[in-house]
């Protein structure tokens, strides 16, 4: 492989596009990457009738203020590592090469189920739409449509991505703000009440439920820090945008679920949401709004979901070439488009994995809700929440070694804090993953999950022990992003890293 110049750095076809993204575009990404409109119409709506609890706003609250924590660590730590590798590299960095490798292969099957899961749920609310029209489209055809465009979308430049994102989530959170005003408007017994913000229930047996289940619709916030080598001056960007992408969801969904339970009162929300489950807030607003906001609400569901299809199919496809860059994954995924700089084989390898999955379910007929969305998701999701585990025991590591001008807060108390809690929640997700599967407890599905995770962790784990052995160049680029420059020898398949001291990997502590 040539490189540009003797001057650049950069090698072609081995750098995503620079200075494309500022502050509100990555806050987009992140923020689609939650999805508040599809959290506040399905989970929520579904939280309410499952768990019964009065106590849902104070929940997201408390998990905005627990990924507060966590972000505090986590942006300190994007100030002095860019790298769209993410939680791999930093990861790498704190707790070793070795540990990022395993966290890496966690994160490519927790991203990639996270976007196939989110095809069930397009597909089939597309297909109802649809519908009420008169049109009988099966869902499996309305989400390959959808598959189509972001396949086309993925391979473009991102900040035509962001333009796309921007539109849709402003028009998303303007009418998810007007929702909220009506239903404020109207209270039950024209009375609000604040009695759902009291921590009490919080403190109760279903309390971690509601803690598992809340954090659920945060995830996709962290796909921020996967464009930061795309983000225009991204130590500071990044940062920013990370910040907001929490405080937004953490808002919203909060929001919106306290003024559910206001419009329908404290004591009937359970039971209403249970009569009405994803049409609970159409139900709420119908009656004193016109009827094109709340078909433009229908529609507007559909573009938040397939806004989080977007995200994080940017976000897999970002992790697939960071990792082919250094050497981890085969040099081929360590290509960028010549034109758009979107990563190309990572793009393409995600796009037709979706299609393979989204065949063998409709072959299957499958019902989308259920195996599709809610289990994919949910099966993804565990996999970002031991990345966010793992992630702030590496911050704490990283700068115990040395504060670079952090302060104690940032660089120890934060993560510190967010570690413990995290903790918490992971175990508490793990020992009720079945319930959350909502199957019967003879299932396998009631404890399989889990070590399937662990075991895909030892495989790359394995898989770097055997690099540090046998190509300790490579080894010595795992997590350095650009700092760990790779090039392709003639004489060689695989990247080796451009290294002041290659064998000297050999004695890196881990």
Not at 127 to 156: H, R
Not at 170 to 185: G, Q
Not at 472 to 482: C, D, F, L, S
Request: with cysteine; glycine share 10%.
């Amino acid at each position: 492989m040539v490189k540009k110049d003797e001057a650049g750095p950069d090698i072609v076809g081995q750098a995503l596009a620079k200075n494309r993204l500022g502050v509100p575009s990555v806050v987009f990404f992140g923020v689609a990457g939650a999805a508040p409109l599809t959290v506040i119409i399905g989970a929520i709506s579904t939280i309410y009738a499952i768990i019964g609890s009065t106590a849902v706003p104070i929940a997201y609250l408390v998990v905005a203020g627990i990924l507060s924590l966590f972000t505090v660590g986590f942006v300190a730590m994007s100030r002095h590592i860019v790298n769209s590798g993410a939680f791999y590299s930093y990861i790498s960095h704190g707790l070793g090469r070795v540990t990022g490798v395993g966290a890496a292969f966690v994160a490519l099957p927790a991203y990639s189920l996270m976007q196939i899961g989110l095809f069930g749920l397009f597909g089939s609310a597309a297909s109802n739409i649809l519908l009420e029209f008169g049109f009988k489209v099966p869902w499996y055809a309305c989400a390959l449509v959808t598959w189509a465009v972001l396949a086309v979308l993925g391979l473009l430049w991102v900040d035509l991505s962001g333009r796309v994102l921007a539109v849709l989530l402003v028009a998303e959170i303007s009418l998810v703000l007007i929702y909220d005003l009506v239903m404020l408007a109207h209270p039950a017994n024209h009375h609000v009440t604040v009695s759902q913000f009291n921590p009490g229930p919080l403190l109760t047996p279903v309390g971690g439920s509601l803690l598992v289940l809340a954090i659920a619709g945060f995830v996709g916030f962290e796909a921020t820090v996967v464009l930061s080598e795309e983000a225009k001056d991204p130590k500071r960007t990044i940062a920013r945008a990370t910040h907001w992408a929490v405080m937004l969801a953490g808002l919203l969904c909060s929001l919106s679920a306290w003024a559910m339970s206001v419009a329908t009162g404290p004591d009937r929300i359970a039971a209403v949401a249970g009569a009405h489950q994803t049409d609970l807030v159409f139900f709420l607003v119908s009656k004193y709004l016109p009827t094109v906001l709340v078909d433009v609400g229908y529609l507007l569901f559909l573009t938040s979901v397939f806004a989080a299809l977007l995200a994080f199919h940017a976000a897999v496809a970002r992790y697939q070439f960071a990792l082919g860059r250094e050497g981890v994954l085969p040099a081929a995924w360590g290509h960028t488009h010549p034109r758009t700089g979107a990563p190309l084989l990572g793009s393409v390898t995600q796009s037709l994995l979706a299609l393979g999955v989204l065949t063998a379910y409709a072959a299957g007929h499958v019902e989308p809700l259920v195996y599709v969305f809610a289990w994919l998701t949910t099966i993804g999701g565990l996999g970002v929440l031991i990345l966010m585990w793992l992630c702030s025991a590496a911050v704490v590591a990283f700068f115990s070694r040395s504060k670079r001008g952090e302060n104690t807060l940032r660089a120890y108390i934060a993560p510190g804090l967010a570690f413990l809690l995290l903790t918490v929640v992971l175990i508490a997700t793990v020992i009720g993953f079945g319930d959350l599967l909502q199957v019967p407890k003879n299932s396998p599905f009631q404890w399989v999950i889990p070590p399937l995770y662990v075991g895909v962790a030892l495989i790359g784990v394995i898989w770097a022990l055997i690099m540090r052995v046998t190509r300790p160049e490579v080894y010595a680029a795992i997590g350095r992003g650009t700092e760990g420059r790779v090039s392709l020898l003639p004489d060689d398949s695989f990247p080796r890293a451009l290294h002041a001291d290659p064998v000297g990997a050999r004695s890196y502590p881990y």
